[in-house]
C-alpha cells in the first residue's frame, strides 16, 4: 500500500511537496479505512453506534497515526536509502 500510495503521489505533484502530500494521504487514508471498519464491525456485531462512535473515532485516530504518519515516515527512510538526504 506504501508504495502504491507513493507512485500515485509522485505522479501527480512535484517533488518537492510529494512528501508532505504522500503523509497527509497516507494519515487520511488509514484514518478513513480503519473508522469505515469500526462503523461495520459495530453494525455487524448489533452495537448501538451512538455508544461506540467516540471508542472507533479514536482507534481512527491511532491507525491515522501510527500507521499512516510514523508508517510513513519509516517508508520515506528506507525510499531514500536510511533516510540521507543528497
Given at each position: 500500500m506504501y508504495k502504491g500510495?507513493?507512485?500515485l503521489i509522485n505522479r501527480m505533484a512535484d517533488e518537492e511537496s510529494a512528501a508532505g502530500l504522500y503523509l497527509a494521504a497516507n494519515?487520511?487514508?488509514?484514518?478513513?479505512?480503519?473508522?469505515?471498519?469500526?462503523?461495520?464491525a459495530a453494525v455487524?456485531?448489533?452495537?448501538?453506534?451512538?455508544?461506540v462512535l467516540v471508542n472507533i473515532?479514536?482507534?481512527?485516530a491511532y491507525a491515522g497515526i501510527i500507521f499512516g504518519l510514523i508508517g510513513g515516515i519509516l517508508?520515506?527512510?528506507r525510499k531514500d536509502g536510511n533516510g540521507s538526504r543528497q
Open positions: 500510495l507513493w507512485s494519515i487520511i487514508c488509514w484514518t478513513a479505512a480503519t473508522i469505515v471498519l469500526g462503523l461495520a455487524l456485531l448489533h452495537k448501538s453506534i451512538a455508544l473515532v479514536c482507534a481512527g517508508f520515506l527512510q
